[in-house]
Structures are given as structure tokens and as C-alpha cells.
């Protein structure tokens, strides 16, 4: 099976764009999440999407948004960029919703805000 | 709310020496443990994981974890250290958050370095 696959890998932006990041998830798996990675916070939950549905979100601003469609592909975007956003920001499949099913993660994009 | 610390920043191990990459969590209930390895630029692989029984788990790549309940501790361990082994580690616990939904929570992550 194909892994988890994100587009793109590398952005540069600059700071006021809006950016879209996407994923595809590991055949047959409905769960999305997508998460931030930076070095100073390390790696925290954006949110998770379920049958085109959030069904949680972490702590950012309402500037980062996301949804799921119909084959499980995910979107997630960001408004009005700011520098801190400047992150890698990963993607997770999981078959399901329950709490022992693992996570698969994509490679990650790297976003650069200028 | 769910915590999950990892004590050390850095870990470094000669080759073929044992290595353990220490972990404990914070969770109301039952915990659901995992262990993830990152290379660099790249995405977390999934090593292994405790949902309930044994209370040592083996993984990939030789690697295995011994959750420990009274501790709050999910240790990762390995017998024998590889040069390739060396890699940023993070622990995760997972988590009831409502809504039907389990949220992963990551610790900040452990440098390994393995010496030739």
C-alpha cells in the first residue's frame, strides 16, 4: 500500500498569503490528522477530520482550517500568514477513530513565511 | 487533560551498548502508549505501541517499550544500539477528548545519537 502522501513538500510564502496544504491518506483510511511541527514547540495537534467531519481541534486560531472530502483527502489551510508560522506541518492516517489505532504520518511540508 | 514528558534531550549510546529513551504520561484512564521515530526530513515512522496486556511491547526494528503502571512510565528500549538508530524520538499518549474522538499527545521529543 502507498503511504500517506502530502503536496507540496516546500512553500515559501510571504507574510499576509493564504496557503493550502494537502494530504491522502493510506487507502482505506477514513481518519485525518494534521499537525504542527516547530522546534520550539514541538509537535502539536491541529486537528482531526472523520468521515468529512472535524471531530477535534487543538489550540490555534481560527486562521488555520481544514476539511475532508468525500475519498478521505484532506486539506488544511492558513490565512493571513504570519512568520511563526513558519513550520513543518505533518499529516496522520488512521483506519479509525479508536484510541489503539496507530497513526501513519506523511513526509511533512515545509512551510517558509517571509 | 493528557501530558507526556520526556525528560532528556539528548541521549547518546556507543554502538552495541543497550539504549533506553525514558517517557512517562499523564492520563485520566486507561492509557494508550506509543512510541514514533523521525529522521531528518522526514515524517514519523510508528515503532510501537501499548493498549493493554503484556506490559513489555516489542516493536520495529528491534526495539521494545515496558510500560509501567504505578511509574506513569513507558520506557523504550533496545539491546544493542545501531549507528543507524540515531534519530529524534517522541512519545505519544492518546487520549479520550470528546466528541467520539481520541487526541494524540506528543512529548517534545529525544535526540539519540549512537557512537560508532
Known amino acids: 500500500k502507498a503511504g500517506v502522501t502530502q503536496t507540496p513538500r516546500y512553500l515559501i510564502k510571504t507574510r499576509g498569503q493564504q496557503v493550502t496544504l494537502s494530504c491522502s491518506p493510506i487507502s482505506g483510511h477514513r481518519s485525518v490528522s494534521w499537525y504542527q511541527q516547530t522546534p520550539g514547540q514541538g509537535l502539536q495537534f491541529l486537528f482531526e477530520y472523520f468521515s468529512e467531519t472535524q471531530r477535534n481541534k487543538g489550540n490555534f486560531p481560527g486562521r488555520f482550517s481544514g476539511r475532508q472530502f468525500s475519498n478521505s483527502r484532506s486539506e488544511m489551510n492558513v490565512s493571513t500568514l504570519e512568520l511563526g508560522d513558519s513550520a513543518l506541518y505533518l499529516c496522520a492516517s488512521s483506519q479509525g477513530q479508536g484510541a489503539g489505532n496507530e497513526q501513519f504520518f506523511g513526509p511533512g511540508t515545509r512551510l517558509t513565511v517571509l | 487533560a493528557q501530558s507526556v514528558a520526556q525528560p532528556e534531550d539528548q541521549v547518546n549510546v556507543a554502538e552495541g551498548n543497550p539504549l533506553t529513551v525514558k517517557c512517562t504520561y499523564s492520563?485520566?484512564?486507561?492509557?494508550?502508549l506509543f512510541w514514533y521515530v523521525q529522521y531528518p526530513n522526514r515524517g514519523l515512522q510508528f515503532l510501537l505501541k501499548?493498549?493493554?496486556?503484556?506490559?513489555l511491547v516489542k516493536g520495529s526494528y528491534g526495539f521494545e517499550a515496558e510500560f509501567n503502571k504505578s511509574q506513569t512510565s513507558f520506557h523504550l528500549k533496545k539491546p544493542s544500539a545501531l549507528v543507524s538508530d540515531s534519530a529524534l524520538y517522541f512519545c505519544a499518549v492518546r487520549a479520550f477528548s470528546g466528541a467520539g474522538s481520541y487526541q494524540l499527545t506528543f512529548g517534545k521529543g529525544t535526540k539519540l545519537s549512537v557512537i560508532p
Open positions: 492520563v485520566s484512564g486507561n492509557p494508550y
Open positions: 501499548y493498549i493493554t496486556g503484556d506490559n
